[in-house]
């Protein structure tokens, strides 16, 4: 079969550390191929390379067979090789086709015709089922919707060769599968799809062939067949058996640490969030959330870390009402939170991983006396977190824009599970990790709430929920539209999620 990427012995280094080693990649023309790796193998930095982001030290890559050079994304796409990054580059107050405009008028002339544009956008999108109206605003459309405007972008461009990094991770398990079909349709036009993941089950569902990266070598391409299973896949990753089910013990839970009553909120566009939310979190207990993203998740999040007014209701923690209070006050009561978005709100980018971890404690623990930071307790602090956390980095300075995006994600999980919470607010705390790092995160999240904190997980991944959490209770609107047992059934929660309220449903 005809290889439409070649990539032989890429050699990327970054400061002295080889992200990429000799690495060979392999893509057949018309297939879907799976790039799989721990946090930090160097997965990004192989496809930031095909896509002309990143130039390899040595190596070669053939497109087609022919040997070439990609020295910039506009070079990447004049070889059909497009690319969606996990964060999307897209200008929220403009439409549709205006954003896919925006890079075209060197290529084309200056004399772009719009309603052209727009009637070939709208083939397209008809052709791959992408479902996109092109006179739409960006900041009108869904998570999903936003990233098949990127799909549609590449695919306007000649996109031969589509490059995902990890797309899943922002969708809903309905918005994965409707990209699964996007995909396959790609396939069977004879594109050629990379897919990186760290969900095994959808590498299984989807992907013809594998390629694993371990500590930026190549460990091996594999044929997906229906008998490879995610335990073949993992210890090629892994290199050792990860738990996959592991239900937490009926704990007994304490007093009520954490009493939310009618609590309401607006979002950014000054319209009700949420509405009249109440529910109560016991010591040693852990709370899911259950929901489709967008339905107040968010704002829940940012009330209960005083990072956005309520409208009503009260917060109470051990009796201690919190309403109107700063975020400070939330974090010296002992409110950890992981935030969903951690570039915005959990890290400091251009800061060290030592000083990122200290962030919010820096003038407790013998961090600093006096005003003076004590620098040796801090660093010692930050080889401490990253060997138990695994966070992979040069050293305990660097930079934390430079760490991959799963090691970003451990640097917050290191400190606010290390703060010895009353309670975790933890909003998809496992969101980009790999399996082991996700396997930790889950065994952390359980070890803190039997020392006795009060555990509020939010997860689109109703897996992780089913297994953490002593209730469910799900957010529909902004509203909860009921608070279920552990024992309840995906058909349960699934409805609830789409606001059906059904005599049935027992609510705890
Ligand atoms: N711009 C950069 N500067 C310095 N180091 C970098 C840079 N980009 C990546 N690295 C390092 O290269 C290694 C590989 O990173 P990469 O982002 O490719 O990993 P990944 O496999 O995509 O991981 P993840 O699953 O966490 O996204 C990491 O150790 C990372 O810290
Ligand atoms: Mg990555």
Known sequence: MDLAVEMREITKVFKKVAANDKVNFNLKK?????????????????????????????????????????????????????????????????????????????????????????????????????????????????????????????????????????????????????????????????????????????????????????DGRLVGQAQVTAETTKRDLTSMMVGRDVLFNFKHETLKTGATKLMVNHLGARNDKGLPALKEVSFSISAGEILGFAGVDGNGQKELCEVLTGLRPTTSGEICLNGKELNRSSPKTFINEGIAHIPEDRHKTGLAMNMGIARNLILKNFSQSGFSSRGLLNFRAIKKNAERLMEEYAIKANGVHT????????NQQKVILARELSSKPEIIIAN?????????????????????????????????????????????AVLYDGQIMGILGRNASVEEIGLLMAGVRTEEVEVC
């Open 30 to 214: 018309g297939s879907i191929h799976g790039l799989l790796g721990e946090n930090g193998a160097g997965k990004t930095t192989l496809m930031n390379c095909l896509y002309g982001l990143y130039q390899p030290e040595s190596g070669k890559i053939f497109i087609n067979g022919k040997n070439v050079r990609i020295d910039s994304p506009q070079k990447a796409m004049s070889l059909g090789v497009g690319m969606v990054h996990q964060h999307f580059m897209l200008v929220r107050p403009m439409t549709v086709v205006e954003n896919i405009m925006l890079g075209l008028s060197s290529k084309r002339g200056p004399f772009l015709d719009t309603d052209r544009v727009e009637r070939e956008l709208l083939a397209l999108s008809k052709r791959f089922n992408l479902n996109l109206e092109p006179k739409a605003k960006i900041w009108q459309l869904s998570v999903g919707e936003q990233q098949r405007v990127e799909i549609l972008s590449a695919l306007y461009r000649g996109a031969e060769i589509l490059i995902l990094d990890e797309p899943t991770a922002v969708l809903t398990p309905n918005e994965a599968q409707e990209l699964f079909g996007i995909l396959r349709m790609m396939r069977n036009d004879g594109k050629s799809v990379i897919l990186i993941s760290h969900k095994l089950e959808e590498i299984l569902a989807i992907v013809d062939e594998v390629t694993v990266l371990r």
């Open 399 to 406: 930079k934390v824009k430079d760490l991959s995006g799963g």
């Open 428 to 472: 998809q705390p496992t969101r980009g990790l790999d399996i082991g790092a996700t396997e930790y995160v889950r065994q952390k999240l359980l070890e803190e709430s039997a020392k006795g904190a009060g555990v509020l997980l939010i997860s689109a991944d109703l897996e992780e929920i089913l297994q953490l959490s002593d209730r469910i």
